[in-house]
């Protein structure tokens, strides 16, 4: 798409009244048109997307699918053990090539009129291309070299594969920046093998989504079992990180060094319940599995992937976004070859506290909804986002929303091209 036609349409969309990110126009929530520039722009711009795990696609010749924004995507494992992302759409009616959601095999077989694909995108068969005794079939114009798939970049970080549409995206480790590449290896230290998966469809904008991972100015305030249960105050220490660019953050809290704010005495923090205990508190027993002291940490990379590590759950969250008001989150829970089975049976029981009916997180599910309706009617309003200020940068305190503003920078870097 041309670069002229696509900033004339999008400014003729978005409107941003004031110079920086700490006001934000509802409209971006849930205008249909921004929402297709964001294809072009976001997802399929400079910009690298996770898909999924290496471990998902273990052997050659298995493939899986997932998404980048709306597009579809195999991802797949070829003989020669390196992965290969391909657009699932046939070059010749569009049909979805590969429908189940895991598979193994050397080609790929559109359903529909049987063209036939190989690991790199490559059109190699064509059905009835001579025709049926001497009649119809292709043309001699017609030349299978000039129909693929959509191949894309890939590259991966401790067994994440991540694929961009892209030339202009760096590669992942430059795009990412050290501070952000350091964190996923600290994070992911093992052999990683997968705990479980769950899936939530979210009625609202996916950049809600990616805004309130961002946001670690409300998970004492929304979520009841954080702050009655100490795990995650704005009275322990913790802060703000990101990469230098400020595409990337990193929220994150040391539970133990909680001492306590006369604010979460005062009875004004909702969420905060004094008449409650745990009958069972080994729900949240952990073992202090990082150098660094951090007992809460997530790690968002734009525009669509986060990296948890809540106690000792670790796992990804793939945003998926499906039209303006509606978006899916998948969730892979991760452990370690080299865990004890005790230490396996801890991720797993705390994975009780994330997900969809997590007892630390099931509010996230709704509050992007409560959003959604709210703004419904006057999309000329705008969101306030001045905690801590009203620049990016890294944080030595949670009270800030300085990682909001960071995602909303980069997102008008692309979108206000
Ligand atoms: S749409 Fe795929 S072969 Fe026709
Ligand atoms: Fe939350």
Not at 53 to 61: D, F, G, R, T, V
């Amino acid at each position: 798409m041309a670069q002229a036609v696509a900033t004339r349409a999008v400014r003729d969309l978005l409107h941003w009244n004031a110079t920086g990110v700490s006001r934000v126009p509802m409209q971006v929530y849930a205008d249909p048109g921004i929402y297709a520039w964001e294809q072009d722009l976001i997802f399929r711009g400079p910009t690298w997307n996770f898909l999924g795990l290496a471990i998902e696609a273990p052997n050659p010749n298995d493939h899986f699918t997932s998404v980048i924004g709306d597009t579809p995507i195999i991802v797949v494992r070829t003989k020669d053990g390196s992965i290969n992302a391909l657009v699932n759409r046939c070059a010749h009616k569009g049909a979805t090539v590969c429908y189940q959601p895991t598979g193994h095999g050397e080609t790929f077989t559109c359903p529909y009129h049987n063209w036939v694909y190989d690991h790199s995108g490559r059109l190699v068969s064509v059905a009835f291309e001579k025709g049926v005794q001497q009649l119809g079939g292709m043309p001699k114009q017609f030349d299978k070299a000039n129909h693929r798939l959509t191949r894309l970049r890939v590259e991966t970080i401790c067994g994440l594969i991540f694929a961009s549409f892209s030339e202009r995206a760096p590669p992942l480790e430059q795009y990412l920046g050290p501070v952000m590449t350091g964190h996923i290896r600290r994070t992911l230290h093992g052999t990683p093998k997968i705990l479980g998966r769950y899936r939530q469809m979210m009625q609202n904008n996916w950049k809600l989504y990616a805004e309130n991972a961002r946001d670690n100015y409300h998970p004492s305030l929304l979520h009841a079992f954080f702050a009655t249960f100490e795990l995650n105050r704005l009275s322990a220490e913790g802060g703000v990180r990101q990469d230098e660019a400020g595409w990337h953050h990193i929220v994150f809290a040391k539970r133990h060094t909680d001492q306590g704010h006369a604010e979460y005495e005062s009875g004004v923090i909702r969420a905060q319940k004094r008449e409650f205990g745990l009958a069972d508190p080994s729900l949240i027993d952990q073992w202090m599995e990082f150098d660094d002291q951090i007992t809460n940490s997530i790690q968002c990379l734009f525009p669509t992937f986060v990296l948890q590590q809540v106690l000792n759950s670790i796992g990804t969250r793939q945003i998926i976004p499906h039209g303006p008001e509606k978006s899916e989150l998948v969730w892979t829970l991760i452990g370690f070859e080299e865990d004890t089975e005790a230490q396996t049976y801890m991720r797993v029981k705390q994975s009780n506290l994330v997900g969809p009916a997590g007892l630390v997180s099931m509010e996230d599910g709704i509050i992007g909804n409560f959003v959604q309706r709210g703004i419904k009617g006057d999309l000329d309003a705008q969101a306030v986002v001045m905690m801590g200020g009203v620049d990016v940068g890294p944080a030595p305190t949670r009270a800030t929303e300085t990682s909001v503003r960071g995602f909303w920078r980069v997102y008008r870097e692309l979108m206000d091209v």
